[in-house]
């Protein structure tokens, strides 16, 4: 039977509170049938007590039975007292989890009743103790209640232990009294029976250590202890534990805790029944004193008033009573938490207040007739479930939508972040973020404000927009713009847009009122955080199409740095470099463009800006060029750049730097320039007209080498073009000349500084200019197979700039060696002239060479010398060095080298006399290992059978070889046929066709001519065919060793293999 549609028992007079958002109740009273609890609604049973828990209900009956009641699985279930009964039960204590229960009787007997067991057992040691209430411990198992916290009618706290249904501890821990204090029960002072006591967890602040906190409430005090463990609980002294008293207490003084229901999730709400109302407050948790438990004083939450007296106090009585205030309502019979509201069941009535703001929610009245007297309620915590029951009945008060109405009564307290988090509908979080902006607006906060409006799009742009204005408030405006940006859907762009360029444009306003105003320190701080919102305003705006009016803001304003960030945001990388190369500032530039580099960007912005980078920066640009991130950049765009024959050495010594990475790192390039090279002449010229006229310097000889390498009718053979890999080998042989070329003038200088002296030239500046040369001679003699390398402009650049050395070593590679020689010889350098005369593979150029050598040093006349060139050559005699001889000179001087000449012809000739003796020995022996050939014999049997069809071999035509095998002539030349070319095939059938003719003619039975070879001829010939080598035990066999066993042409061999 539903309570509320009993309009006997609830009329609707009695209902003051409603939901706001419904006519219906929040909370209705189900009436459960007796028979649950195994009474017979018919008898005279009265209720004495119920507890629930885990979905478990405990109901005790005045007769002293007690039965449990499983809502899981609707097993109602008596439990057995044993041989000493309970004849009238006071109080049914159940755990939280369910585990365990505490039965009290009036006469102070206790039992213990575990939930998986239908026996209750005795507490012996608990006989003197009235129980009124226990603190469960919150770590207890099903065999064990661990440490429990008894409070009992004679104001004494108890530690109590049970295992398995037995007392293992009974221990006082505090009494408390009127007129004593202490540990010990005083017998002169009255006790304050102890009517609720909670434990709770919590932290202490001073070294964040766990502490035990022991609440209990005692006649009109709430005294708080903590400690450790229950044996360290302090204060000692239950008047030092004194946190909180009331003028009056209550019968019913329950003591309920509870996790608060708005706010913090984590705090614990107190509750306690008190006789002028209920005390509210919360745990303080860490607690930074043993007393300071509270966080601020205590609240009282008044008990509903009673409609019928109000309607007596505003109708009857006399004038000066009604002036008066109303009596105070009496304490109710008892209180019970749900989760917004407190519901309290009255004599009369019971209602439901709400624990946020304290107002009547709900009030019933209460039939005693109908449903006999109000007892008690309890919740199950675990179930979330709350029972109300009288003497006669037993009722569920079941909550609909409880938490309905919380978020507009928090709002009407203006506590808007609780409110915004009880929302359940999109409309109710819109009405409160209106409400909580519109309050921040009004109190001054117009930046809070205008965050709260940018969250609550439903309020009209234009309306916070114009309020703001209206107040003059550009930071307020600016943070709303900034909000509004950053909430908008990413689809709508064009929104987007239109918000983001007005808040950087009321950014850049507000930010140049106050970098005209920033004189000091903070107002400077204040000017770079302003700066750090602007760049993320920037980067909020980076993928909308608005970049050009933003770059003419920023650019116009004067903050470039911004502009640079933008741009970067952007990954519009050219803007930036731009940027900083306007500046004049280059090494920023290098570091971006490496930074851009790494993000897999760059290289175009590479190429563009070298010639700028590079001829301000060098260094750092080729560091740059360097690093493995730019390994795709193309040298032949760069190379414009670095390629400054005329700069600074400095320069050059970094274009030289990386051409010599490019050559090592790129082979790719001669690829390149091997296609460029295999194309054939007419489409070479064409390409490199592109890049020519930047690579090309202004000296005359360059111009005309290129010129000569461009339009002379195509490439010359193993030559590329200034559009492949040669471009890097031509620019680092000019650059290595220049270099050359200042050595050289740094030591003419030295050696005229020096003659003006009267004093030798310094060797540091010739030793510098030798090294130069021989770097450039290095470098010629790597790439001197490299098929790129353009010896001809090289030898060109060389004998223009006067470098001999490096114009004989390119005359060598391109094999002009009697030129390389000549050279060599009018500078005067022999060593290098004997070098290229070693250098031809053909000994008669190289004897020539060596001669001319020999011509040019004849002129001096030294007689060591000649003879030293010959020795050394290997190539010339006396003979050949005599006719270059003047006639001054005599022959003695060469007597040595005349003598060491016959000597050679005299060791000559008698080599050639063994090596015409050894030849005639060998052709003796051939002769005679021919003529054993020739008589060598092979012995057979006389039924030797042929090795492939088994007949006696002598049956007919037969070949023996010195293996002992045997074949018939026909079967022989059925196996050879097949293997045979069919060269040799034809020939075999020729001779066979020949020697048929020859039988012919002997027998005379055909007249016929004579053939061309004789018989005896034919017969070697077949016999050289046939039988050049044993078919199974020769060269044949190991050849058919891959072959199948059935050739495919073996179609009838192959089918009688197949299976049907």
């Known amino acids: 039977m539903d309570l509320t549609s009993d309009a006997d028992v609830l009329g609707t007079r009695g209902n003051v509170g409603v939901s706001s958002e419904g006519d219906s109740h929040i909370f209705t009273a189900r009436q459960e049938g007796l028979e649950h609890l195994g009474l017979n609604p018919g008898q005279p049973a009265r209720i004495s007590g119920v507890a629930a828990s885990n979905s478990t209900v405990l109901a005790a009956v005045q007769a002293g039975e007690i039965v449990r009641w499983d809502q899981c699985e609707g097993a109602t279930v008596p439990i057995d007292f044993g041989r000493d009964r309970c004849t009238d039960v006071a109080r049914v204590l159940l755990e939280p989890k369910g585990f365990h229960a505490i039965i009290t009787s009036r006469m102070g007997d206790s039992w213990y009743l575990n939930f998986q067991s239908n026996q209750a057992k005795p507490l012996p040691k608990l006989k003197e103790h009235q129980i009124e209430t226990v603190a469960w411990d919150p770590d207890s198992t099903p065999a064990s209640t661990r440490d429990l916290i008894v409070g009992t009618e004679r104001g004494q706290l108890l530690h109590v232990v049970i295992n398995d249904g037995k007392e293992k501890l009974v221990r006082p821990l505090y009494a408390f009294e009127l007129g004593g204090s202490g540990r010990q029960p005083n017998a002169a002072a009255i006790h304050q029976p102890v009517c609720g006591v909670h434990r709770e967890r919590v932290q202490c602040k001073a070294d964040m250590a766990e502490r035990i906190l022991v609440l209990a409430a005692a006649g009109c005090g709430l005294y708080a202890f903590m400690g450790p463990s229950l044996e360290g609980l302090t204060p000692r002294e239950t008047s030092k534990a004194l946190v909180y008293e009331v003028p009056r207490d209550s019968p019913h003084g329950d003591l309920l805790v509870d996790s608060a229901c708005v706010g913090d999730a984590f705090a614990k709400n107190i509750f306690w029944l008190t006789g002028v109302g209920v005390l509210s407050c919360t745990i303080k948790n860490p607690v930074e004193a043993d007393n300071a438990v509270l966080e601020g004083p205590p609240s009282i939450i008044p008990f509903p008033p009673s409609p019928k007296e109000i309607v007596k106090h505003n109708h009857g009585g006399s004038l000066v009573s009604s002036l008066l205030p109303p009596e105070p309502p009496p304490a109710p019979l008892a209180m019970a938490l749900a989760r917004y509201h407190i519901i309290f069941l009255f004599n009369d009535r019971w209602a439901a207040v709400s624990r946020i703001n304290h107002d009547l929610v709900q009030q019933q009245e209460w039939a005693k007739t109908t449903h006999g007297l109000p007892r008690g309620l309890s919740r199950d915590l675990h179930g979330e479930r709350l029972w109300m029951y009288s003497d006669k009945q037993l ?535 021919l003529k054993e050939a020739e008589e060598r014999t092979v012995t057979i049997e006389q039924d030797q059978p042929c090795e492939i069809c088994g007949i006696p071999a002598m049956q007919e035509r037969f070949y023996v070889f010195a293996c002992t095998h045997c074949f018939h002539e026909a079967c022989l030349r059925a196996l050879i046929l097949p293997t045979l070319s069919q060269e040799s095939s034809d020939r075999l059938l020729a001779l066979e066709a020949t020697r048929v003719e020859h039988q012919a003619a002997a027998a005379g039975s055909l007249a016929v001519s004579q053939p061309a070879k004789t018989l005896a001829e034919v017969d070697d010939a077949l016999d050289g065919i046939l039988a050049d080598d044993c078919p199974l035990c020769g060269h044949l066999m190991i050849q058919t060793i891959t072959r199948p066993f059935i050739d495919a042409h073996e179609q009838e061999e192959i089918d009688s293999w197949a299976l049907s």
């Open 395 to 929: 009722f569920e008060i079941v909550a609909e939508r409880e938490d309905r109405s919380i978020w507009l009564l928090l709002l009407r307290m203006e506590r808007f972040d609780e409110a915004l988090k009880a929302c359940t509908l999109p409309a109710q979080r819109t009405r409160v973020l209106a409400a909580h902006a519109d309050w921040l607006f009004r109190t001054g906060k117009f930046v809070e404000a205008a965050k709260k409006f940018a969250e609550d799009t439903a309020v009209p742009f234009e309306h916070v927009a114009l309020r703001f204005l209206r107040v003059d408030h550009k930071p307020a405006l600016l943070e709303y713009l900034r909000c509004r940006l950053r909430r908008c859907q990413k689809d709508d762009r064009v929104t987007r847009a239109l918000l983001g360029v007005w808040a950087v444009e009321m950014s850049l306003a507000h930010l140049n009122d106050m970098r005209l105003a920033a004189h000091g320190s903070k107002a400077r701080a204040a000017l770079d955080v302003e700066r750090g919102k602007l760049k993320e305003l920037l980067r909020d705006c980076k993928d909308l199409d608005v970049h050009e009016p933003l770059y003419h803001l920023l650019q116009s304003h004067g903050w470039l740095d911004e502009l640079a960030y933008f741009a970067e945001a952007r990954r519009d990388f050219n803007t930036v470099i731009v940027h900083h190369v306007s500046r004049r500032d280059c090494v920023s530039a290098i570091n971006k463009l490496a930074d851009f580099q790494a993000d897999g960007a760059g290289e175009d912005l590479v190429c563009r800006f070298a010639p700028v980078l590079f001829g301000a920066e060098p260094r750092a640009f080729v560091s740059l060029l360097l690093r493995p991130q730019l390994e795709k950049v193309d040298p032949l765009s760069v190379l414009p750049a670095v390629y400054l024959p005329r700069a600074p050495p400095s320069h050059r010594a970094e274009a030289l730097r990386y051409l010599k990475h490019v050559v090592q790192n790129h082979p790719e390039l001669i690829g390149q320039g091997g296609e460029a090279a295999a194309g054939g002449g007419e489409s070479a010229p064409s390409v490199p007209s592109i890049r020519t006229g930047s690579l090309l310097p202004d000296n005359d000889f360059v111009t005309g080498a290129v010129e000569d390498f461009l339009g002379g009718g195509g490439a010359a053979p193993g030559c590329g073009s200034w559009a492949s890999g040669t471009a890097v080998l031509n620019a680092s042989v000019v650059l290595f000349a220049c270099d050359c070329v200042d050595a050289k003038a740094k030591e003419q200088a030295a050696a005229s500084a020096a003659s003006r002296a009267a004093e030798s030239p310094p060797e540091a500046a010739v030793a510098i200019a030798v090294g130069a040369e021989d770097q450039l001679i290095e470098f010629l003699t790597e790439q001197q197979s490299n098929t790129l390398l353009d010896p001809r402009f090289a030898l060109r650049v060389c004998t223009e700039k006067g470098l001999s050395r490096a114009a004989v070593l390119l005359y060598g590679i391109m094999g002009m060696h009697e030129e390389a020689v000549d050279v060599a010889l009018q500078q005067g350098d022999v060593g290098l002239a004997k070098q290229n005369a070693c250098k031809p593979p053909d000994a008669r150029l190289r004897q020539k060479l060596w001669l001319r050598i020999v011509e040019n040093q004849v002129a001096s006349g030294d007689v060591q010398i000649i003879t030293g060139l010959i020795r050394e050559s290997q190539e010339l005699s006396v003979r050949d060095v005599l006719p270059y001889m003047s006639d001054a000179m005599t022959i003695s001087a060469f007597q040595a080298e005349i003598c060491e000449c016959l000597d050679k012809y005299e060791n000559q000739i008698e080599t050639m006399r063994q090596e015409m003796d050894d030849h005639q020995r060998a052709l003796e022996a051939f002769k005679e290992d």
